[in-house]
C-alpha cells in the first residue's frame, strides 16, 4: 500500500497518473504494445523527479509542471487511450477524469482548421473521443465522465472543433449505442454541456454555478419507454456525480484560471457571410460570429451546429430510418433543453437573437415538413420557448411560425390528427396561462396591419373546436377524442379570459397607477412606418401617433386602422371599385393612381381574381391605375418568358378578352421600354405575349387533350416581328420553358383572403352567435406542411431579412383589454353557452361554467356593460331556476357561479346586478317551497272574505321534500310548470299539466339545493357594506327593481327583496354621509313607490321597515347645517300626502310620533319632515289622525320645544306653519285653540331668545319674503334682522287666521297676534314694523272692504245677501272688527314713536270704517278714532292732525259720486200709487229679491235707493260727528290750515245735505216707496239739519272761543252767511219767500197757504237749527252785528210774517229785535 502511494511522486499530478500508469502496464500486453509500456515506465520515472512549481507556469498543460514534462507525463495516457484494448483504456479514462475534476489539467484546448500542430491536450480529447466508438457499454460511460467532467472543470477550456467532437461524440453515442442507459447518460451529458456552456455565456466567465440536469425532464418527450425509476436514478447519480467532482475546484485553479480568463478576450474572426442562408450541407460549420469573448463565441458555435443537425437529418429521403430519426429527434430535444434554460441574456444579445433567427427559426421551418408526432411535439415545445422568451425579438418570425404550425393545425376541424391537435391544445393552454403572452400577442399582432390575427385567429380556432364539427359533416374522430379535444380547447379559452383578468388585476393592483409609457411605446410614433413594409400595405396618412397619446390611445389608433384598413380589403374582394373609393376616402391609401397601384401589388389579402379584372377595366381611372402598375415593374435585362412570369405573380387576368388585351399591350409597352433592343416594335411584344398566355393554358389545362406541339408554337408566331420572324432558338426556348414550369401566380390564393374577411366580419361582430365559426374549411394533411407553404415561408425569410426590425410594443395600459374582449367575447360567449346547454360532462361544463366566471370578471372591470350583461344573463339563464323541473346539477354548479361573482365583482356589476339578485330570488323561492313554507302571498290580506278564508286554513304545506304534498301546493305546480327566463312570475303555462314524475324530479331538484345553504346566500347582502361607492348604488337600484317586480307579481307577490333591502340599508348606514345619500335617494323613491302600493298590506309592511330603518339611523348624531335626516325621512312626507289609504296615513303618523318622542335628542335635520308630516296630518280629512299628530305636536312644542331649533332655526318656521295648519282644522275648535296658543308660547320662546342660533349669516338677502308665494298679500321685508326670519311666518299665520269662518278662532287669533305685537314689539326695528304693517296688521283690515256691502246692482236691477250671510257679516261687525280696531289704535298708540310713518294707514283703516254702510263697523271706527286721536292727544304734529282730517275729507267725499249715482237711477222710474204693499219679510226673503217674489222690478231698485240713502246719510253724519268730537278736545292743538279742512268737510257736507233735501221729486219718489214698503223714510231734513248744526257750532266756537285764529280764517263772513242759509231754508219751508224787488223798487206781492201737515212736520225739525242760528247772530258783537244786519234783516221780516209750528222761533226773534235790533234802531 505504501509502494502504491509512491508512485508518481510528491507531486498532485504525480499521485494521480502514478497509480493509474502501474493500472496500465500490469493490464497492457507488452509484446503489443511495447511502446506504451516504455512510456508509462519513463513517466512514471519522471514523476518520480517532479514537485509542484512553486510558481505559476504558463501554457503548462498540468498544474504545476513545465509544458515539456507536462506533455511527457500525458503521453501514455494518449497511447493508452489509443491501444484500443478495454482493460488498459479503463485505467487510462479514470485517470482522465481525475485529472479533468481535480483542476489538474488546465488551459484552452482549440484545434483550428488546417492546423497540423495539435497541443497533448487536443490529442488527448481526440483519443478519448475515437475510442467511445469502440462499442464497449463501460467505455462509452467512462468516455461520457471524462468528457462531462472536461467541460465540466473551470481550468479548461474547450473552443471550437475540439469543443463540438465532444459534442458529436455524446451524439454518437446516443445514436449508436446499444445500452439504453448509455443513452440516456449521453443524452443528459449532453444536456449538461449545454447547461455549462450557456451558465457561462451569460456571465461570460468561467467560473459558474451549475446544476445538475434533472433526468426527468429529458424523458417526457422521447424515450419514454426508458422512463424507468431504476435506470433514471442511476443516469441522475450519474450527473451529479460529474458536476459535483468539479465543485472544489475553483481553490485550486491558482494561475490556470487567471490565464483562462486573460484568454477569454475579445477576438475577431471572418464570419460566414459569404455562405449565405442555410443549406441543408453535411459539415459542421464552426460558424464563429465577428465579434466577442471566446466563451460567448463558443456558446454561439454550439447552438449554430446544434440546429444544423437538426436541420441535417431534416429529409424525406429516408423516412424510415429510425437512427437518424433519434439524432433528429435529440437535436431538437437538445435545442429545446437549451431554450427551455435560457436566460435573458439570449433576446439581449444580437448575435444570439440573430442565431435564433436564422438558424432555430430555419430549423423549425424544415422540420415541420416531416410527418413524426414527436417532431412536431417538440418543434411545438421549442416554439412556445421562443414566444415565452423571445417574443419581442422574434416579433416577424413568430407572426410567420404561429399560423404555420399552430394556427393551421387549430383550425382544421373537420380532419385532425388527434395527437397533433391535442399537442397544440397543450401549448395554447401553457400559453393561455401568462397573461403577459396573451396581451402581447394581441397588441403586437392584431393590433398591426401588417400582422395576421393570432389572437382573434386562436380565439375562433377554440371555439371551433369547442363546438365540434358542424351537424352533417364528417370527421375522423372518434366520440372520446373529439370530447377530449372539445374539454381541452375549452380549457385554452377559459385560460385566456382568465389571464385577461389576472393580467388586469396585477396592473390595477400596481402602486404606480400613473407609469411613463415603456422606451417601446414611446418609439411607436417614430417605427409605426416600419410596421408597412414593402410587402405591406401602404403607410397610413392619417395615424400619427405622438408621444403625448396614451399606450391605449396608441393601440386603438392602430386596431381602428387595422379593421378600417381590412375592411377597405373586404370591400374590394367582392366591389373592388367601391373598396378603392372607400380606402380613399378612408385615407388609406392615396388617391394617386400610383399609390393604388402600389397598393395592389404590395397588400396581401387581396383576391387576386379581383386585381385582375379591376386592373382590365377600361374607366378612366382604373386605367391609369393599371398603367402605374405596370411601369412600376423593372423589365431590364429580363428574358421575356422571365419578365411575363414575374408580371403575373401578383394577379390573375381576367377571363374578358377586351381586359386582357388592354393588359398585355400595356405590359409589351413597358417590356419595350426597359428593354429597347429586345423587339423591332411593342407589336412584337404584344402578340408574342398574347401567345405565351395562350401556350400556358393549353399546355396546364387538364380540359385541353390536344396539345400545342413547339413547331405548332413556333408557326404561329410567324411574322410578328414587323413581318419578320423571331429566331426558333428563341421561340423554342419560350415554349420550353412555359411547358415546364407553369405560369403561376404567388403562393397567395383567394382561399386565404376568404379566411381573413370572415375574420373580419368575426371583428366587427356582423355574424351571428353561432355563425362565427367559419365552418367551410379546406382538407389539410394529419401531419406535415406541404412544400409549397414551406417554400412561401422561406421567401418571406428572404423578404425580411434585409429590412429593419419590427418594432414590439409592450402595454401596461389595462384599456387594451377593451379591445381584447371586443375580439374574443362574442366567439367565447358561444363556445360557454353551447357546451353548458347541450353538455353533460362534467369537466366541461365545470370549465365553461369557469369560463362564465372570469368573463364577467374581466368585462365588469372594464366597464364593457353590453358585454359583460350578456355573460351574465347567459349565467343567470343556465341557472334554470325559472324552470326548476327541469335542473341538473351543473344548474346548481352555475348558481354557485353567480354567488361568486356577485361577491368577488360585486365592485363591478353595475346593472347586471337584477339578474343577479334576480336569481337569488328564484332560488330563495324554491328553497321556501321545499321547506313547506306559505308563500308571502298569504299574509297580505286582500279583503275580509279573503282574511276570514284563510285563517280557516293551516298556515304552511307540508315539507315537499319529506312528504311530497306538492300537489295539494299550487304555488309548487306553478313554479314546476315553468316559464321563461325573463317572465315576471313562473308558471305562466298555467294550462299545462303536471304530471307526478314532473312532481317527483322537481322534488329531487330542490334536494341539489341543499348543496347552496342561506349562509351563501346572506353573505352576498352582507358583503354589501365592501361594495364601493359606485356599486353599492347600482346594488341597491338593482335590488329595488327586483323587489318591485317581486311585488307587483299579480299571482305571487313576495318580501323577500324588500327585507333584505332593510337588511343592506342597515349594512350601509355607517357609510360616509355623501355614498349614503345616493344609496337613500334609490331607496327613497323606491320606499315612496311601494308605499302607495294598492295592497295595504305591502304598504304598511315597507313603512314599518322604513320606521325601523329611521329608528336605526336617528341614533347616529347629525351635525348642524346638514339634510340627511330630512331626506332621510322624505319617503314618510311624500306617501302622506300622496297615499289615499287612512291606515297608511295613520301608520305614518304613529310612526314619526314614536320615533321624534323616542330620539327626540337626535333629531335635527329631521324636524322639516316631521312637521311636514304632522301638517299634511293637521289637514287630513280623518278625526283620529289630526288628533294623532296633534297629540304628539303638542308634546314637542311643549316638553322638547328646544331641540326644534338646536342646530337649524329653519325647524321654527316649519313648527309655527304646522301649528298654523292646526288653527285650521275643522274637527275640534280645542285643537285650533290650543295651536293658537302654542303660537303664543312659541312668540314668547322666541322673543326670550329661545333659538340658539340667532346668527343667521349677514350676508344673505336681506330681502325675506314674507309669506309663501301664494300670498296675496306677502310683500318683501327689508329688515336685516335675522328675527325677521322667524316672526314672519307666526304673525302672518296668525294674520290669516283672522279671517277663520269660526268666530272663537278668528277673535283668538286676532288676539293673540296683538298681544304678542304689542308684548314683543320692543325687539323689531323700524324697517320690521314697517313690514309688519304691510304684511301682517293692514291686510286684516282690507278684509273689512265690502263686508257690509250687501247690496249690488246689475243691469238696474239689485240683489240683496241671504240673512246667514248678512247675520255672519253682522257678527264680523260687531264683534270682531270692533276689537280688531281697538287692538289696532291700542298697538299704534303703544309704538307711535317707532310707527307713526303708518299714521296714515292707520287713519284710513278707521275712516274705512266709517265709511263702511254697516252700522257697527261706523260705530266702531268712530270711537277708534276718537281714541286714537284722544290718546295721542298733543303728539301728533300739524301735519299728521292734517293726516286725520285729509283722511276724513277723502272718506266723506269718496262716497259721493257712487251716492250719485245711484240717485240718477230714480230718474227713470215711475212708481203709482196703487202698487202693491210688501212687508219686510217678504222682501228680505232667504234668497233675496227675484223675479219670482218680486213683480215690479222698478219698485224693487227703489227699495234699493232708499237702502243706500240711509246709509250714506249715516256715514256724512258720522263723519260730521267725528269732526265735531275732534275739534271739541283738540281745538287748540288745530292750525288753521287743519281748522280751514275742517271747515272744508263741513261745507261740502252742508252743501251736499242741503242739494239732497232740494232733489223733491226724488223725495216724493222715495216717500212712496217707503209707504209701500212700509218702511221709514230716508232722514234727508235730519241730515241737513245736523249737518248744518255742526257746522254752525264748529264756527261759532272758532268765533268766540279763538278770536285770533278766527281772523286769520275770517270766520265771522262764513258764520253770517251760514245762518243766513238756514233762515232762508226754514223760511222756504215754511212757504215765505223773500220780498223781491223788481227793476222799479215795486214790491211783489205773494199769497200764502195755508201749510200740510208734512210741512209742519218738517217745520218743527227745523225749528231748533233756525232757533240757534238767530241765537248765533244775537250772539254778535254789536260792531259785527251792525255790519251784517242789512243781510240778515229781511229775512227776520219774512219770519214775522211767517207760519211757524211753535213759538220758539218768535220767541227768540222778539229777544233779538228787543236786544240787537232796537238799540241800532235807537241810534239812528
Keep these: 500500500m505504501s509502494s502504491s502511494q509512491a508512485l508518481g511522486g510528491t507531486s498532485r499530478a504525480g499521485r494521480i497518473l502514478g497509480p493509474s500508469l502501474d493500472k496500465i502496464i500490469k493490464n497492457v500486453a507488452w509484446r503489443k504494445h511495447t511502446q506504451l509500456v516504455a512510456a508509462c515506465k519513463s513517466a512514471l520515472d519522471k514523476l518520480e523527479t517532479l514537485k509542484d512549481s512553486p510558481d505559476p507556469i504558463p501554457d503548462t498543460p498540468i498544474f504545476g509542471f513545465v509544458v515539456t514534462d507536462a506533455e511527457f507525463v500525458l503521453q501514455p495516457l494518449i497511447l493508452a487511450v489509443e491501444s484500443a484494448t478495454v482493460k488498459v483504456i479503463e485505467p487510462a479514462l479514470e485517470c482522465a477524469i481525475k485529472l479533468f475534476s481535480q483542476g489538474m489539467i488546465c488551459g484552452e484546448i482549440d484545434r483550428l482548421e488546417g492546423d497540423d500542430r495539435r497541443s497533448v491536450l487536443n490529442r488527448l480529447i481526440d483519443s478519448i473521443c475515437n475510442c467511445a466508438g469502440l462499442g464497449e457499454d463501460g467505455i462509452e460511460l467512462a468516455v461520457l465522465r471524462v468528457l462531462g467532467s ?74 419514454k419507454s426508458l422512463n424507468d425509476w431504476s435506470l433514471v436514478q442511476f443516469v441522475q447519480n450519474f450527473i451529479d456525480d460529474i458536476v459535483e467532482s468539479s465543485q472544489g475546484v475553483s481553490n485550486l485553479k491558482l494561475y490556470s484560471s487567471e490565464s483562462l480568463e486573460s484568454r477569454n478576450g475579445h477576438v475577431s474572426v471572418p464570419s460566414e457571410e459569404g455562405k449565405g442562408e442555410l443549406g441543408d450541407g453535411e459539415s459542421v460549420d464552426r460558424g464563429r460570429s465577428s465579434s466577442g469573448s471566446k466563451i460567448r463565441e463558443d456558446g454561439y458555435l454550439l447552438f449554430k451546429n446544434l440546429c444544423k443537425f437538426s436541420m441535417k437529418l431534416s429529409t424525406q429521403e429516408n423516412p424510415e430510418d429510425q437512427v437518424l430519426l433519434r439524432g433528429k429527434i435529440l437535436s431538437l430535444e437538445l435545442l429545446k433543453f437549451a431554450m427551455d434554460h435560457a436566460s435573458s441574456f439570449w433576446g439581449t444579445d444580437e448575435r444570439f437573437l440573430s442565431a435564433i433567427k436564422q438558424y432555430l427559426c430555419l430549423s423549425l421551418l424544415k422540420n415541420s415538413a416531416l410527418s413524426v408526432m414527436t417532431v412536431f411535439q417538440l418543434l411545438c415545445s421549442i416554439f412556445t420557448c421562443l414566444l415565452s422568451k423571445f417574443r419581442s425579438g422574434l416579433k416577424s418570425e413568430i407572426g410567420i411560425f404561429f399560423p404555420m404550425l399552430i394556427l393551421r393545425v387549430l383550425e382544421n376541424v373537420l380532419q385532425p390528427s388527434f395527437m397533433q391537435k391535442m399537442t397544440v391544445l397543450n401549448l395554447l393552454e401553457r400559453i393561455s396561462q401568462d397573461s403577459q403572452i396573451i396581451i402581447d400577442i394581441f397588441v403586437n399582432y392584431d393590433c398591426d396591419v401588417d400582422s395576421p390575427n393570432i389572437f382573434e385567429r386562436i380565439v375562433n380556432g377554440l371555439v371551433k373546436t369547442v363546438l365540434g364539427p358542424p351537424p352533417g359533416s364528417t370527421t375522423t374522430l372518434s366520440p372520446a377524442q373529439d370530447l377530449a379535444l372539445r374539454v381541452e380547447s375549452m380549457k385554452c379559452l377559459v385560460g385566456i379570459i382568465k389571464s385577461m383578468g389576472a393580467w388586469m388585476d396585477q396592473q390595477l393592483q400596481a402602486t404606480d397607477l400613473c407609469l411613463l409609457r415603456s422606451p417601446e411605446s414611446d418609439a411607436s410614433a417614430e417605427s409605426y412606418s416600419m410596421l408597412n413594409g414593402d410587402e405591406g400595405a401602404a403607410v397610413d396618412y392619417e395615424l400619427e401617433s405622438s408621444s403625448e397619446l396614451s399606450e391605449a390611445a396608441t393601440l386603438e389608433q392602430r386596431r381602428a386602422y387595422k379593421i378600417e384598413f381590412q375592411k377597405g380589403i373586404s370591400l374590394f374582394n367582392r366591389k373592388p371599385s367601391k373598396g378603392i373609393e372607400f380606402l380613399i376616402s378612408a385615407k388609406k391609401i392615396g388617391g394617386s393612381p400610383e399609390e393604388v397601384a402600389s397598393f395592389l401589388k404590395n397588400t396581401s389579402g387581396l383576391n387576386e381574381t379581383i386585381i385582375g379584372d379591376y386592373l382590365g377595366e377600361r374607366e378612366e381611372f382604373p386605367l391609369k391605375v393599371m398603367h402605374a402598375y405596370v411601369d412600376s415593374f423593372n423589365f431590364e435585362g429580363k428574358d421575356f418568358g422571365e419578365a411575363i412570369r414575374f408580371f403575373l405573380r401578383g394577379f390573375r387576368l381576367p377571363g374578358e378578352a377586351q381586359k386582357i388585351d388592354r393588359i398585355m399591350e400595356k405590359f409589351a409597352e413597358r417590356y419595350c421600354k426597359c428593354n429597347p433592343n429586345s423587339f423591332t416594335s411593342a407589336d412584337t411584344a404584344y402578340v408574342l405575349a398574347y401567345s405565351v398566355i395562350m401556350l400556358n393554358t393549353d399546355a396546364h389545362n387538364s380540359m385541353v387533350k390536344d396539345k400545342m406541339s413547339k413547331a405548332d408554337f413556333i408557326r404561329n408566331n410567324r411574322g410578328i416581328d414587323d413581318g419578320k420572324d423571331l429566331p426558333e432558338e428563341y ?35 356582423l355574424d351571428g352567435l353561432f355563425n362565427l365559426v367559419n365552418w367551410k374549411q379546406a382538407e389539410e394533411k394529419p401531419l406535415g406542411a406541404n412544400g409549397v407553404l414551406i417554400r412561401h415561408i422561406q421567401e418571406q425569410f428572404k423578404a425580411k431579412s434585409g429590412k429593419s426590425e419590427f418594432v414590439f410594443y409592450a402595454v401596461t395600459d389595462t384599456a387594451i383589454l377593451r379591445f381584447m374582449v371586443e375580439v374574443c367575447w362574442a366567439p367565447m360567449l358561444a363556445a360557454f353557452s353551447v357546451t353548458l346547454d347541450q353538455s353533460d360532462d362534467k369537466t366541461a361544463t365545470f370549465q365553461s361554467l369557469q369560463g362564465f366566471r372570469h368573463a364577467v370578471h374581466v368585462t365588469a372591470a372594464m366597464g364593457m356593460q353590453t358585454q359583460r350583461d350578456a355573460f351574465v344573463t347567459s349565467l343567470a339563464k343556465f341557472t334554470f331556476l325559472h324552470c326548476a323541473a327541469d335542473m341538473k346539477q351543473k344548474n346548481v354548479d352555475a348558481m354557485k357561479v353567480i354567488i361568486s361573482i356577485a361577491i368577488e365583482d360585486g365592485n363591478y ?198 320606521r325601523q330603518l329611521a329608528m336605526k339611523f336617528l341614533e347616529r348624531e347629525e351635525l348642524a347645517n346638514y ?31 314614536q320615533m321624534v318622542l323616542s330620539r327626540v335628542s337626535n333629531v335635527k335635520s329631521g324636524w322639516k319632515s316631521v312637521f311636514t308630516v304632522f301638517t299634511t296630518a293637521a289637514a287630513d280629512e280623518r278625526k283620529n289622525i289630526v288628533l294623532l299628530a296633534f297629540e304628539t305636536m303638542e308634546k314637542i312644542v311643549r316638553d322638547y320645544f328646544p331641540y326644534i331649533t338646536e342646530t337649524e332655526n329653519t325647524t321654527f318656521t316649519d313648527c309655527v306653519k304646522c301649528l298654523i295648519t292646526f288653527t285650521n282644522s275643522r274637527f275640534n275648535s280645542d285643537v285650533s285653540l290650543n295651536a293658537i296658543a302654542f303660537l303664543r308660547f312659541c312668540a314668547v320662546k322666541l322673543a326670550d331668545g329661545g333659538l340658539i342660533c340667532y346668527d343667521k349669516s349677514k350676508e344673505d338677502d336681506s330681502s325675506i319674503p314674507v309669506m309663501d308665494g301664494d300670498d296675496s298679500y306677502g310683500l318683501p321685508f327689508t329688515d336685516k334682522d335675522d328675527q325677521v326670519y322667524f316672526w314672519v311666518p307666526l304673525l302672518t299665520g296668525l294674520s290669516k287666521l283672522t279671517s277663520d269662518p269660526r268666530q272663537t278662532i278668528r277673535r283668538s287669533a286676532l288676539e293673540v297676534l296683538f298681544n304678542i305685537l304689542k308684548d314683543h314689539g320692543h325687539i323689531f326695528s323700524l324697517p320690521f314694523w314697517l313690514g309688519v304693517f304691510k304684511s301682517v296688521i293692514l291686510p286684516i283690515y282690507s278684509t273689512t272692504e265690502g263686508k257690509g256691502e250687501t247690496f249690488d246692482i246689475h243691469d ?98 269718496s262716497t259721493l259720486p257712487g251716492f250719485l249715482k245711484v240717485l ?124 248744518y248744526q255742526s257746522y254752525l257750532n264748529f264756527l261759532h266756537s272758532i268765533l268766540t272761543e279763538n278770536p285770533s285764529l278766527s281772523k286769520i280764517m275770517n270766520t265771522e263772513p262764513q258764520l253770517v252767511a251760514e ?41 218743527a225739525a227745523r225749528t ?17 252785528f251792525r255790519r251784517y244786519v242789512s243781510h240778515f234783516f229781511p229775512l227776520l221780516v219774512d219770519l214775522l210774517q211767517s207760519e211757524h209750528s211753535s213759538g220758539e222761533v218768535q220767541h227768540v226773534l222778539s229777544n233779538m229785535l228787543q236786544s240787537c235790533i232796537g238799540p241800532i234802531i235807537l241810534d239812528l
Design 909 to 1106: 356589476l353595475q346593472e347586471a346586478w337584477e339578474h343577479i339578485l334576480t336569481c337569488l330570488s328564484r332560488f330563495e323561492h324554491l328553497q321556501l317551497l321545499g321547506e313547506g313554507a306559505p308563500p308571502d302571498a298569504s299574509f297580505f290580506v286582500v279583503s275580509q272574505s279573503e282574511t276570514e278564508d284563510k285563517t280557516q286554513k293551516s298556515p304552511g304545506f307540508p315539507s315537499l321534500k319529506k312528504k311530497g304534498s306538492a300537489l295539494q301546493n299550487p304555488a309548487v305546480m306553478a313554479v314546476v310548470r315553468g316559464g321563461s327566463y325573463d317572465s315576471a312570475t313562473l308558471g305562466i303555462k298555467a294550462s299545462a299539466l303536471v304530471t307526478p314524475d314532473q312532481i317527483n324530479h322537481f322534488i329531487s331538484n330542490l334536494n341539489l339545493l341543499d348543496q347552496i345553504g342561506n349562509f351563501e346566500l346572506n353573505h352576498i347582502f352582507a358583503h354589501s357594506q365592501r361594495l364601493n361607492s359606485e356599486a353599492i348604488v347600482a346594488f341597491v337600484k338593482a335590488l329595488c327593481k327586483v323587489s318591485m317586480a317581486e311585488l307587483q307579481s299579480p299571482t305571487d307577490p313576495r318580501v323577500f327583496s324588500l327585507t333584505k333591502i332593510v337588511e343592506i340599508a342597515h349594512y350601509n348606514m355607517s357609510r360616509i354621509r355623501l355614498v349614503w345619500s345616493r344609496i337613500w335617494s334609490v331607496l327613497s323613491d323606491f320606499f315612496v313607490a311601494v308605499g302607495l302600493s294598492e295592497n295595504l298590506s305591502v304598504s304598511i309592511f315597507v313603512m314599518d321597515s322604513l
Design 1356 to 1453: 238696474g236691477r239689485f240683489s240683496l245677501d241671504s240673512k246667514s250671510s248678512k247675520s255672519e257679516e253682522n257678527a264680523w261687525s260687531s264683534e270682531t272688527f270692533t276689537e280688531a280696531a281697538q287692538y289696532l289704535v291700542d298697538l299704534f298708540v303703544s309704538f307711535f314713536d317707532l310707527v307713526r310713518s303708518q299714521l296714515p294707514s292707520v287713519v284710513s283703516v278707521l275712516t274705512r270704517f266709517i265709511s263702511s254702510p254697516v252700522q257697527s263697523l261706523a260705530s266702531a271706527g268712530v270711537a277708534s278714532l276718537l281714541h286714537l286721536a284722544g290718546d295721542l292727544g298733543n303728539r301728533l304734529s300739524e301735519e299728521e292732525w292734517g293726516v286725520f282730517f285729509l283722511r276724513l275729507k277723502e272718506a266723506a267725499a
Design 150 to 223: 472536461a467541460v465540466r472543470t473551470p481550468c479548461v477550456l474547450i473552443r471550437g472543433d475540439c469543443f463540438i467532437q465532444i459534442v458529436k461524440t455524446c451524439y454518437n453515442v446516443y445514436v449508436g449505442s446499444m445500452n439504453s442507459i448509455n443513452q440516456i447518460c449521453a443524452k443528459v451529458v449532453l444536456a449538461q454541456i449545454l447547461m455549462i456552456v450557456y451558465a457561462r455565456v451569460e456571465e461570460d466567465s468561467m467560473e459558474v454555478k451549475v446544476r445538475s440536469v434533472t433526468v426527468g425532464e429529458l424523458l417526457e418527450v422521447s424515450d
Design 1123 to 1153: 339634510n340627511f335626516q330630512n331626506e332621510f325621512l322624505r319617503p314618510f312626507v311624500i306617501v302622506m300626502q300622496k297615499s289615499n289609504s287612512a291606515e297608511i296615513r295613520e301608520l305614518i303618523v304613529r310612526c314619526v310620533s
Design 1619 to 1659: 245762518c243766513e242759509q238756514i233762515l232762508q231754508i226754514y223760511l222756504n219751508c215754511a212757504g215765505c219767500e223773500s220780498i223781491k224787488q223788481t227793476p222799479g223798487n215795486q214790491p211783489v206781492t205773494h199769497w200764502r197757504v195755508p201749510l200740510g201737515s208734512a210741512k209742519k212736520e218738517e217745520l
Design 1664 to 1680: 231748533s237749527l233756525t232757533v240757534l242760528a238767530l241765537q248765533v247772530l244775537s250772539g254778535l258783537e254789536r260792531d259785527s
Design 731 to 765: 421561340l423554342g426556348s419560350l415554349y420550353d420553358q412555359i411547358v415546364k414550369s407553369e405560369i403561376k401566380m404567388s403562393a397567395d390564393s383567394s382561399a386565404p383572403q376568404s379566411k381573413q374577411a370572415n375574420s373580419f366580419n368575426k371583428l366587427l361582430g
Design 1464 to 1587: 240718477r237711477i230714480m230718474d227713470d222710474i215711475e212708481i203709482s200709487d196703487d202698487s202693491q204693499t210688501y212687508t219686510d219679510m217678504e222682501l228680505y226673503s232667504d234668497h233675496g229679491f227675484t223675479h219670482d217674489d218680486l213683480e215690479d222690478d222698478s219698485l224693487q231698485t227703489a227699495a234699493y235707493v232708499v237702502s243706500r240713502v240711509k246709509g250714506h246719510i249715516a256715514v256724512q253724519l258720522l263723519i260730521v260727528q267725528v269732526i265735531t268730537e275732534l275739534c271739541k278736545a283738540h281745538q287748540q292743538s288745530l292750525s288753521a290750515a287743519n281748522m280751514t279742512v275742517l271747515v272744508e268737510i263741513f261745507s261740502s257736507v252742508t252743501s251736499h245735505a242741503h242739494n239732497l233735501n232740494s232733489e223733491t221729486i226724488l223725495q216724493v219718489k222715495l216717500r212712496k216707496v217707503c209707504s209701500i214698503l212700509e218702511i221709514s223714510d230716508p232722514p234727508i231734513v235730519h241730515f241737513e239739519n245736523e249737518s
